[in-house]
């Protein structure tokens, strides 16, 4: 299978129109499962691959690294394989027990880097992000760390996740004020259960040629119909490690629940599994470059694969945008 490709906003950079997040690697799923769902994402047509120093999410600071590791492992097993993927990972969270083993400071930035690139077994990145915004480091010296690393090769382009809009057009403009380098990305929550972001931050994106690779398109899990009302699954990043309380307060309402019964409707009408409808949504907006799926198992590949080929009818997709319209107000709107 070979996806249809696009530019990583307005580099040169050439990336799959689906992605591959890897934050479930080495805690919800182990080394084995991991590397199956590497193997089906590729043989799938993706060439783009998403981690972070923090993961797996939920496993604290004892497992910290571990799916970079697993990542890592997996690139080299293979000879060239890694000259053939983009691959990109994050720096912000807490990795270490100093009070300087988190943020965006330089003296972290720059260690971060280089712990990275030795669990990937690479020499370099393709896409170095923030992983969030670090209000106590003031944004030139977190722009002129970042403009080290590119310069010295350890990566290629920079990125943000989890950025207001304000302060990521603040960050462009202060690294063009400075010859610094720009971002080129942002990764934000985004899917038809929170739709916040289109209000500034994907405007934003397009004017200033961004690209957006968005996490959580299918809201944890939720949007694939398979969790019911009650106590949340089990084995799922619902009940898992210590970021199990954040997704139960982002999503296990009656109100996200009522929604998702609306939408399992609309999408028995259309013949096509939810899980498909809601990524070929997310794919629908211009201003998307590639959802980052997640898996746990290879099999839940199938569905999220299959949007890329799924031609989203207008009609359909404004049923979809009138149903979740509430959405992109946020608590405001309840």
């Not at 712990?115 to 896409?127: A, F, I, K, N």
């Not at 992000?129 to 003031?138: E, K, M, V, Y």
């Not at 959802?291 to 031609?311: H, I, K, M, V």
Request: charged share 25%; proline share 4%; net charge neutral.
């Amino acid at each position: 299978m070979t996806l249809t490709t696009t530019r990583l906003g307005r580099t040169g950079l050439t990336v799959s129109r689906l992605a591959l997040g890897t934050m479930t690697f080495g805690l919800q799923t182990d080394e084995s499962a991991a590397c199956r769902i590497l193997d089906k994402a590729v043989e799938g047509g993706i060439n783009f691959l998403d981690t972070a120093d923090v993961y797996p999410l939920g496993g604290g600071l004892r497992t910290v690294g571990a799916t970079e590791e697993i990542l890592g492992r997996w690139l080299r097993a293979v000879p060239g394989r890694r000259e053939g993927l983009v691959v990109a990972t994050k720096a912000f969270g807490r990795v270490g027990p100093h009070p300087w083993d988190q943020g965006a400071s330089r003296k972290h930035l720059l260690a971060a880097v280089d712990g990275s690139l030795e669990r990937l077994q690479t020499d370099y990145v393709d896409l170095y992000q923030l992983h969030g915004d670090d209000a106590n480091t003031p944004l030139d010296e977190t722009l002129e760390a970042l403009d080290t690393i590119v310069r010295s090769g350890r990566a290629r382009y920079v990125g943000v996740s989890n950025f207001l809009a304000y302060r990521l057009a603040r960050a462009i403009g202060r690294s063009e004020l400075h010859g610094l380098v720009r971002f080129v990305s942002v990764q934000p929550r985004y899917s038809l259960l929170f739709r916040e972001i289109e209000r500034e931050l994907l405007p934003l994106a397009q004017e200033e040629g961004l690209g957006v690779i968005p996490y959580n398109p299918l809201a944890g899990g939720l949007l694939t119909g398979k969790h019911r009302r009650g106590a949340p699954t089990e084995g799922t990043r619902f009940t898992l490690g210590n970021a199990a309380e954040r997704y139960q307060e982002r999503y296990w309402s009656d109100r996200y629940f009522d929604t998702v019964d609306a939408l399992q409707e609309i999408a028995r009408e259309a013949g096509v599994p939810l899980t498909t409808l809601a990524i070929a949504w997310v794919l629908a907006n211009p201003a998307i470059t590639a959802p980052l799926l997640g898996a746990s198992r290879p099999e839940q590949l199938a569905d999220t694969l299959a949007a890329a080929d799924y031609a989203l009818d207008p009609e359909l997709k404004r049923r979809l945008d009138d149903l979740t319209q509430v959405y992109r107000w946020g608590d405001a709107a309840r």
